[in-house]
């Protein structure tokens, strides 16, 4: 029997690295779909590349897209990443490091190539608990993806089956996720978080990224690989 | 009083091209996108330069996005396009042209481009009177992807505006776009609709979106500009 096939965004961060786990888990036959959207950093891709070359994936496809043309990020622009933030700041409002639309751009590509692919499963490793400033990590923004993902394409309108976007990790916590990648063979020593890398590429341990994942490694009552590069 | 702003596709046709002069006559200052796809032909951009220029846009950005990489269309890849079809052939399935999820990717991008603008207004060219192959031209296609612009975003989420999808132009036929757009001044002489030009960057004048464009230029009386290049 030929395994079904999904689409899964691997960032090169840890949530995306247990969401492919899951996918794998789950019996599909993965393909990796990452971009490079003009990130400070090229860290991710590297991570990304290890991730699901370490997870099996048949394919990895990082997509070339120039979003720094139409800024608005400190991701992408010259903003400054806020540092050492305590959570009620973390979760007040939507950070500064939304990339406007983001989420709505990656699971479009991904939904195209899925559908040359013939897959109907698309994975993101979007979470809703630890980190809810982003309007596109929510349940209703997803549910809202596939019902549009099932008008927008041919495979959807033909009715040759249903796109479904997995969230696995939508209700999960930091520690919860680690705790679930480590259990499922993740090496999170391949991962990266860190929205400012130091110029050696070592995170900065002072981002929201960087204070979520400590807490998320501590509470899990594991050890952070990849703060020992 | 300061004008609303809105993004709009422009992809060189004659399409676009009047959906650009709808969005100016409405009284919008415009700001135009469109995307370097991996198509086979560039005269589309370079019309969509032209056009953007001669409408009076604000800013014109091209986006390069390698959707070859996904492959799946005869836009992208080495697929034959087809030519000298009937309409009966034309309008029975999807076309081979159709680009997975184009759509829905552009209209992404161009939302993300909004909510860094400040804009709440996109204009896209689409219609599903002539050619109702592609699923992503269809009103209920616009209508899903305009909920979903309302939850991927900080600007819809916060409440500071709805956005909203213009299809000026998805309920008429080619020939009343064609008079519609010359009545608003549009070049058509600038505009480029072939899938597959000659080496020289002609009109094939064979494939489905000349063989359209002609008789879309007959049924309005008036003469193809482009022809006379």
Redesign the interface.
């Known amino acids: 029997m030929t395994k079904k096939r999904a689409v899964v965004l691997v960032s090169g961060g840890l949530d995306s690295a247990t969401a492919l786990a899951e996918a794998r888990q789950a019996g599909f036959e993965c393909y990796a779909m990452s971009f490079n959207y003009g990130q400070r950093h090229h860290q991710e891709l590297e991570a990304a590349r290890k991730v699901s070359r370490s997870l099996g994936v048949v394919k990895h496809?990082v997509?070339?897209?120039?979003?720094r043309?139409?800024?608005?990020s400190a991701l992408t622009d010259d903003i400054e990443v806020p540092k050492h933030r305590d959570e009620a700041k973390m979760s007040a409002g939507?950070p500064v490091t939304?990339?406007?639309?983001?989420?709505?751009?990656f699971?479009?590509?991904a939904?195209?190539?899925a559908?040359?692919l013939g897959a109907f499963d698309l994975f993101i490793g979007v979470n809703a608990v630890d980190y809810s400033g982003y309007?596109?990590c929510?349940p209703?923004?997803i549910k809202?993806?596939e019902?549009?993902?099932n008008?927008?394409?041919?495979a959807?309108?033909?009715g040759k089956g249903r796109f479904r976007i997995h969230t696995p990790l939508i209700e999960l916590t930091k520690a919860q996720i680690i705790r679930r990648g480590a259990e499922l063979g993740v090496d999170f020593g391949q991962t990266h978080s860190c929205y400012d890398p130091t110029p050696e590429g070592r995170p900065c341990r002072a981002c929201d990224s960087c204070l979520l994942r400590a807490k998320g490694f501590a509470e899990a009552g594991l050890t952070d690989a990849a703060l020992a590069r």
């Open positions: 496809v997509i070339d897209l120039n979003l043309a139409i800024g608005g939507i939304y990339v406007p639309a983001r989420n709505t751009v699971l479009a590509i939904l195209g190539w559908e040359t309007p596109d929510r209703e923004f809202a993806f019902s549009l993902a008008l927008a394409t041919q959807g309108v033909e």
